[in-house]
């Protein structure tokens, strides 16, 4: 309900000229920072699963990065319209913005511990640099960059170092120290243990699945069998329900939203508007490519929400809101084109 009050509050604020927001664009980017490490502040900073996202308040319990991420593409979207020329010409004092989105990402990984954020709002930074400019040279340094400060974050993160090794080897035939025990254990009973059951609760699923509300999710105590299950392993559940068959539908509609995204951006009259909608298009694709690449062992697993999917009320707020941004960006576009 919030977020579809939110999606029309955004609708009707914005309905004469949602351009404004670019005279704003600072004001957003500073936003965009202090919502992303709001986690920090002591007494509502909270750590859930390795991660520290979220914020408590009382009985509500928010993950600011969810609207930060919104925040930060209004601006890079306002911020690359107007510097995308001089950018283009690719000198070397012209990098200073790249290298301070570079150590914020950096940043952001290392105090707290989330592999997958750093990964989505790098990401739509480059992938906004690459739009506005065209420069593949900028996409391939920043890329070389980002490894680079994610091998070294690797290094002094335990966290993040688990995650990779749970990616890379999940089974073990012999016994490890279980860091959450404190004793010597089988990986798969252990750090892993949420991968694992996700791969089993997918292969259950066989090709045409068990059905919906057929699911085998809990244990015959009752218990979870898959941790997180509704927000981090939502894909887990609907591969099993629905099958693959059911899965890869699933992943068509997001495919339909991307395109229909991408075709707004190319409809757009202006420049903002154009790295407007390019901006959440691609911020809603790599964050669908990101849970659903960890949970198939593509890439490290992370705590990111599947879009409209998972369980999250500030997932599901940020991309009513991120849409109320494609339909305005559309509306217009559209209006201009009957108008010619």
């Not at 920072?33 to 002591?42: A, D, H, Q, R, W």
């Not at 990616?167 to 892993?192: E, I, N, Y």
């Not at 694992?196 to 699923?205: C, M």
């Not at 898959?226 to 699933?250: C, H, K, M, R, V």
Request: contains cysteine.
């Amino acid at each position: 309900m919030i977020g579809v009050a939110a999606f029309a509050v955004t609708l009707l604020a914005f309905r004469r000229d949602y351009r404004v927001l670019e005279n704003y664009k600072y004001l957003f980017g500073l936003g965009a920072v202090g919502l992303l490490f709001m986690p920090l502040l002591p007494g509502i900073g909270q750590t859930v699963n390795g991660a520290r996202l979220w914020v408590h308040a009382g009985p509500f319990q928010i993950q600011p990065g969810e609207l930060g991420k919104v925040a930060l593409i209004v601006f890079l979207a306002a911020y690359l319209r107007e510097k995308r020329e001089v950018l283009a010409q690719g000198r070397v004092k012209d990098w200073g913005p790249l290298l301070v989105i570079w150590g914020g990402a950096m940043l952001v990984l290392f105090v707290t511990d989330d592999l997958g954020s750093a990964l989505l709002y790098y990401g739509i930074f480059l992938a906004m640099l690459y739009a506005a400019t065209a420069r593949l040279s900028f996409v391939v340094v920043a890329l070389g960059l980002f490894l680079a400060g994610s091998a070294a974050v690797y290094q002094g993160t335990p966290h993040v170092r688990e995650r990779v090794t749970n990616w890379l080897d999940p089974w073990t035939t012999h016994k490890v120290f279980c860091p959450l025990s404190g004793t010597m254990t089988l990986r798969q009973d252990c750090t892993s243990y949420q991968e694992v059951q996700s791969l089993y609760s997918i292969a259950h699923g066989g090709y045409g699945g068990t059905g919906l509300g057929s699911g085998t999710f809990t244990n015959t105590q009752g218990h979870q069998i898959i941790p997180y299950l509704n927000t981090d392993f939502i894909y887990s559940a609907l591969a099993q329900e629905l099958g693959l068959a059911g899965a890869s539908a699933l992943l068509l509609i997001y495919m339909v939203f991307v395109l229909r995204g991408f075709r707004v951006s190319l409809l757009a009259g202006d420049g903002f508007s154009k790295l407007l909608a390019a901006g959440l298009t691609f911020g809603f694709a790599l964050q669908t490519f990101i849970i659903v690449g960890g949970i198939l062992r593509v890439i490290p697993l992370t705590g990111i929400t599947l879009p409209f999917v998972s369980y999250g009320g500030s997932s599901i707020v940020s991309n009513f809101l991120l849409l109320a941004g494609l339909m305005l960006v559309s509306h217009r576009a559209n209006v201009e084109v009957e108008g010619r």
